[in-house]
T-cell receptor, first 113, second 112 residues
Framework: GENVEQHPSTLSVQEGDSAVIKCTYS??????FPWYKQELGKRPQLIID?????GEKKDQRIAVTLNKTAKHFSLHITETQPEDSAVYFC????????????FGSGTRLSIRP | KAGVTQTPRYLIKTRGQQVTLSCSPI?????VSWYQQTPGQGLQFLFE???????NKGNFPGRFSGRQFSNSRSEMNVSTLELGDSALYLC???????????FGAGSRLTVL
């Protein structure tokens, strides 16, 4: 079945610096890759997603890149701010009928003031 | 519009008891999926229901079960509770089950 590996498990960066989280998936048929952010004590929320027909997508300070050949995708956060501190989860989904969404193990991002 | 509503938000049970959790999806969403989240763990997929049918199931024992009603509301049940079942149980709804998930606030279960 689908397996998603996420690294690193924890990440601490200085405020204003960039943060990068990487995920690798096993099923080459995966074609939808969302990222969820879970702040402490809150529910996970979608922050950005990308489909297999594009290589990069940006939304203000957040970007996601996809390398289908290597089967990995990454979340990039630039100019990090304290409110970026959270746990981030990636997922790789095969097709529109795939309802078993397997998440990566999560990355706890801490922003140092 | 209203978000995903989970009840109860907190509950305490003892080993051997059973528990039922409820999830009301966003209006119009037909898919409800359930996840278990424990400290230090990610989001472990339990199962997903679409139009009252279970479409997928994760690697959890048979003590974990669920169902979905005609109004798309879903319940999950855990029987013969074990200490290791203590966790935050999150449900998420979506229109079709595979795209954008909207999560509820979760039901935090403590088993003593």
């Amino acid at each position: 079945g689908e397996n998603v590996e996420q690294h690193p498990s924890t990440l601490s960066v200085q405020e204003g610096d960039s943060a990068v989280i990487k995920c690798t998936y096993s099923d080459s048929a995966s074609n939808y890759f969302p990222w969820y952010k879970q702040e402490l004590g809150k529910r996970p929320q979608l922050i950005i997603d990308i489909r297999s027909n594009v290589g990069e997508k940006k939304d203000q300070r957040i970007a996601v890149t996809l390398n289908k050949t290597a089967k990995h995708f990454s979340l990039h956060i630039t100019e990090t701010q304290p409110e970026d501190s959270a746990v981030y989860f990636c997922a790789a989904i095969k097709d529109s009928s795939a309802s078993k969404i397997i998440f990566g193990s999560g990355t706890r991002l801490s922003i140092r003031p | 519009k209203a978000g995903v509503t989970q009840t109860p938000r907190y509950l305490i049970k003892t080993r051997g008891q059973q528990v039922t959790l409820s999830c009301s999806p966003i209006s119009g969403h037909r898919s409800v999926s359930w996840y278990q989240q424990t400290p230090g763990q990610g989001l472990q997929f339990l199962f997903e229901y679409f139009s009252e049918t279970q479409r997928n199931k994760g690697n959890f024992p048979g003590r974990f079960s669920g169902r979905q009603f005609s109004n798309s509301r879903s319940e999950m049940n855990v029987s013969t509770l074990e200490l290791g079942d203590s966790a935050l149980y999150l449900c998420a709804s979506s229109w079709d089950g595979a795209n954008v998930l909207t999560f509820g606030a979760g039901s935090r279960l403590t088993v003593l």
